[in-house]
């Protein structure tokens, strides 16, 4: 089946404690990013990566750090997380297409808490 | 600053009924325009995407694109009670990074 698979899906941290956000998709996809959906404010692209070692910022980077070393996995990094980083977090991917970083497929989301 | 705006709703149609979905946005150089559904508490589906003037039909689902007027829309024909969500329009401009710029979305209740 066809997916793109977030790990955790719930976390409760405090301000400061490094995390990271898995994610891995299993159609071969080139392009994968990392969203947040916060009430009012829509979806918002973080960054973004058209291949491996190939990663770029999105709209809201600050505070955010990701990597591309395989092809089927985009982490999500939070060195030093601050309550404004309280958000649903969604990973998405696509294939080569007509519009390059059009998600096609979302993750199922990562709740995230910080405290 | 890149805009796509969308009423937040609820939009309450009667089962059987069309449903319209109106967005608009602010860049002139944008050139791709997709369609996303939210069931509550779920991540977004890609429905449709659009690049042409004009309609695209697929199903029961029409996208309608009028770039002089900057806007676009989804029409949903014969609404059912799974259709009840929130529609999500994204629009990315051309050149550059293609980031795409998402509406807050529309929420739709098809009532029985």
């Known amino acids: 089946e066809a997916q793109v698979t977030q790990n955790p899906r719930y976390l409760i941290t405090v301000t400061g404690k490094k995390l990271t956000v898995t994610c891995s998709q299993n159609?071969?996809?080139?392009?994968m990013s990392w969203y947040r959906q916060d009430p009012g404010l829509g979806l918002r692209q973080i960054y973004y990566?058209?291949?491996?070692?190939?990663?770029d910022k999105g709209d809201v980077p600050e505070g955010y750090k990701v990597s591309r070393k395989e092809k089927r996995n985009f982490p999500l990094i939070l060195e030093s997380p601050s309550p404004n980083q309280t958000s649903l977090y969604f990973c998405?991917?696509?294939?080569?297409?007509?519009?390059?970083?059009?998600?096609?497929?979302f993750g199922d989301g990562t709740r995230l808490s910080i405290l | 600053q890149k805009e796509v705006e969308q009423n937040s709703g609820p939009l309450s149609v009667p089962e059987g009924a069309i449903a319209s979905l109106n967005c608009t946005y602010s860049?002139?150089?944008?050139?791709?325009f997709f369609w996303y559904r939210q069931y509550s508490g779920k991540s977004p589906e890609l429905i449709m995407s659009?690049?042409?003037?004009g309609d695209k039909e697929d199903g029961r689902f029409t996208a309608q694109l009028n770039k002089a007027s900057q806007y676009v829309s989804l029409l949903i024909r014969d609404s059912q009670p799974s259709d009840s969500a929130t529609y999500l329009c994204?629009?990315?401009?051309?050149?550059?990074?293609?980031?795409?710029?998402f509406g807050r979305g529309t929420s739709l209740i098809v009532h029985p």
């Open positions: 998405a991917s696509s294939s080569v297409g007509q519009v390059p970083n059009q998600p096609q497929h």
């Open positions: 159609m071969n996809h080139e392009y």
């Open positions: 990566s058209m291949n491996v070692e190939v990663t």
């Open positions: 860049d002139r150089g944008s050139q791709s």
């Open positions: 659009i690049y042409s003037n």
């Open positions: 994204a629009v990315v401009s051309s050149g550059g990074s293609y980031i795409p710029t």
